[in-house]
Each structure stands twice: as structure tokens, then as C-alpha cells.
């Protein structure tokens, strides 16, 4: 399948992008290299391949949060971007 000017026109109006139209020649080529990747992938014979869900075979890697009690502040403040009150300040995140 081959990528037209048309296709890309349409799919930046989707997207809502507003393209140049020196631009469209790159975006075709670069979708049109992206589908044909996405071809040669689909092509590959897994028949013979398990399925595999990770590539570890930890089940669990956490680990039990402990309290630990950290006698300096300053020094444990001293990388922080921000601070207050001898505590980190973060941006408000609401």
C-alpha cells in the first residue's frame, strides 16, 4: 500500500495538524516507512514461537516499605530543587 498526499492531508485533518505543504512529502515518507516496517513485521513466521509475558521470572520484586528515621535533614535537603519549611516543594499538582 502506498501513502498519497491525499491520505496525509486527511489524516493531519484528524489529527488536527496544520502542515505546511513542504511538509507533506516528509510526512508521506515517514508513514509510508512506518507501514512498510509494520508489513515486514507482520510477515515474520512465529508459528514456532512461544508466547512469552516477560523476560524475568521474578514475581514479585517489590519490597515491604519501612519506616527509617533520617537524623540529617539538611544533607537530605540539599539536592532539592525546592524547598520549605524543611521539606521538599513540589509544583501543585491539582
Not at 3 to 32: F, P, T
Not at 72 to 81: C, Q, R, S, V, Y
Request: hydrophobic share 40%; aromatic share 6%.
Amino acid at each position: 500500500m502506498q501513502v498519497d498526499r491525499k491520505e496525509i492531508l486527511h489524516i493531519a485533518n484528524l489529527a488536527c495538524l496544520n502542515i505546511k505543504e513542504e511538509e507533506i512529502e516528509e510526512y508521506r515518507k515517514n508513514l509510508q516507512d512506518i507501514l512498510n516496517f509494520a508489513n515486514i513485521v507482520n510477515s515474520v513466521n512465529t508459528n514456532n514461537i512461544s508466547e512469552t509475558i516477560g523476560n524475568t521470572s521474578n514475581v514479585n520484586v517489590f519490597r515491604e516499605d519501612e519506616i527509617k528515621e533520617f537524623k540529617d535533614e539538611a544533607l537530605l535537603l540539599e539536592n532539592a530543587p525546592d524547598k520549605e519549611n524543611n521539606m521538599f516543594k513540589i509544583p501543585k499538582v491539582i
